[in-house]
């Protein structure tokens, strides 16, 4: 156990960190955590919707909306958090460094609140650019993360509020009493007395640290919002999919050689299977007949790109009750790509009304990457939900 400050003990004098610099950090990072975790739960809510609460099919670009906060927020919330961990990262040399059980307990959820922020913020990130070098499934422990995260954020909230309170009253260029004392010496330690390094002049002010914060944190909005608001795309060096880079107007996430559905796409004999009381099936040369539904709406992809497109196909609806179900049915919405989570997926309510089986995009026939010979798109809804490459649906009630 060390009982005195060794001599190789950190020292940290910088007079840019403050009390009240650090509140006003915490309080703009304590926002961001909560937009994310409201619009994150949106989104877990596209995933696995309550059956008694309807999906709502307005606005159409609702969840383009609130997946767009989310990931802008995301991806702001890097830089804050790194700034918040620098102005306070000296008191992990406080001296001694455990004080009491009670400390120690609360050095471990401080620990846990950290951990769980970083790798919440970096994983998002990787996923934005659609890279999973980690060995786990992102959407389950994202949002299990979440939860830990949000609870030890409270705990830590609780536990510093007094400190927030004296923080948020400072003013930024007071001179801090709690900084005062410099982070390296326990002040109760008398062997420490009289050697308090004087503070160093810094070359920014605090004043002029929370500005360079902010710039950081435009420049990274900025420069990664383009894959949603489309007018920033040019800047869009964090963006890293975009209208442009893809065939139609529209990116791609999965293109069908990665889904190895060429054959079946292209396939003369392709058919959709339509199952409920009265099954029936329609074949290629069906489709152009009853393509003539017209729908301008956005794919909302959940791993942060959304771009508006105008789809032409078929009604879904009217599919669904020519098969003797109704607009209250259930209805499954199966591809032909095999051993693939995202080969399928349920629609009912609102979204089943507006719901189009698209053979058409930006005026052109669907191109095989974007899910021909037939796909959903539908209003409100994540890009993971609008199936592409269908071969059957089913009304499920
Ligand atoms: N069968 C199938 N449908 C799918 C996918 C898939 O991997 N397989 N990806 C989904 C995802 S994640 C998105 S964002 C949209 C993207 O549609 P697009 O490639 O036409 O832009 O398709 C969805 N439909
Ligand atoms: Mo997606």
Not at 18 to 34: D, F, M, N, P
Not at 90 to 106: D, G, K, T, W
């Amino acid at each position: 156990m060390l009982r005195q400050r060794p001599r190789w003990w950190p020292r940290f004098s910088s007079t840019l960190r403050s009390t009240a610099v650090t509140a006003r950090i915490g309080t703009a990072l304590g926002v961001a955590i909560s937009i994310l975790f409201v619009t994150g739960l949106l989104s877990h809510y596209q995933y696995e919707p309550w059956t008694w609460l309807p999906q709502p099919a307005k606005p159409v670009w609702g969840y383009r909306l609130t997946q767009g906060i989310h990931v802008a927020t995301g991806i702001a919330t890097i830089p804050l958090l790194l700034v918040k961990l620098w102005s306070v990262y000296p008191n992990l040399f406080r001296f001694p460094p455990i004080r009491s059980i009670q400390h120690a307990l609360e050095r471990i959820s401080l620990a846990i609140l950290v951990s769980t922020a970083l790798v919440q913020v970096i994983t998002g990130f990787l996923n934005v650019l659609n890279w999973y070098p980690f060995p786990w499934y992102f959407v389950t422990v994202h949002r299990f993360l979440a939860y830990v995260l949000v609870g030890s954020l409270l705990l830590h909230i609780g536990v510093k509020l007094p400190d927030i309170a004296y923080g948020l009253k400072a003013k930024v260029t007071d001179a801090d009493v709690l900084t005062e004392i410099p982070w390296n010496e326990n002040p109760s330690s008398h062997s420490n007395a009289g050697t308090l390094a004087a503070p160093r002049t810094p070359g920014i002010s605090r004043r002029g640290l929370l500005a360079a914060a902010g710039a950081g944190i435009g420049i990274v909005v900025v420069t990664s919002v383009g894959q949603t608001v489309t007018p920033l795309e040019p800047l869009g060096l964090l963006a890293p999919r975009q209208w442009t880079k893809g065939p139609q107007s529209v990116p791609v996430n999965r293109t069908a050689d990665q889904a190895r559905v060429f054959q079946a796409a292209t396939s003369a004999e392709w058919t959709l299977q339509v199952q409920g009381p009265r099954p029936y099936e329609l074949a290629l040369a069906d489709l152009e007949a009853r393509a003539v539904h017209e729908a301008r709406l956005p794919i909302n992809c959940v791993e942060g790109w959304s771009v508006g497109a105008s789809w032409r196909g078929l009604s879904l609806l009217e599919l669904v009750r020519q098969a003797g179900g109704t607009a209250d049915s259930r209805v499954l919405v199966q591809s032909f790509e095999e051993n693939w989570g995202f080969n399928h997926s349920f629609i009912e309510g609102p979204q089943l009304e507006a719901a189009l089986l698209a053979t058409h995009l930006n005026g052109q026939g669907l191109d095989l990457d974007h899910g021909y010979p037939l796909r959903l798109i539908a209003p409100n809804r994540a890009g993971v939900l609008n199936t592409k490459w269908l071969s059957r649906i089913e009304v499920l009630s």
